[in-house]
């Protein structure tokens, strides 16, 4: 089925698309479609579980750690950087990472971008 014939029957809303039918997912390659799946939990504020599933398709499908914070920052202009930094622990989580709490209240008044310092 061609692309005009998805994008009509989900404009119908015709569950067969979405049920197993024919979507023309060969229109992405695997890596571009496990980076889309990111930035989608990014916009719906995804659960940590989540996450984790995207990434780990992701990692299977050859994308790499930069890249998934590159979709990050990809998506601040459309969904904001509040949704942005929500999403942000719950990345780090599924990559693997501690995500670090507190930049901000550690920083110095006056210092933007300022890290916490240890000791």
């Known amino acids: 089925m061609d692309h005009a014939e998805v994008l009509r029957r989900l404009a119908v809303n015709d569950e067969s698309v979405v049920d197993g ?64 930094v929500a999403a942000a622990p719950r990345v780090a989580l599924a990559l693997g990472l501690e995500p670090v709490e507190g930049w901000d209240d550690a920083a110095e008044p006056g210092v933007p971008g300022d890290f916490p310092r240890s000791g």
């Open 21 to 84: 039918g024919a979507t023309g997912d060969d229109a992405l390659s695997g890596r571009d479609r496990a980076l889309v799946r990111i930035a989608a939990a990014v916009a719906v504020g995804a659960s940590v579980p989540t996450y984790g599933a995207e990434i780990d398709g992701a990692v299977e499908a050859g994308v790499d750690a930069a890249e998934v914070v590159g979709v990050l920052m990809a998506v601040v202009p459309v969904v904001g950087l509040p949704t942005v």
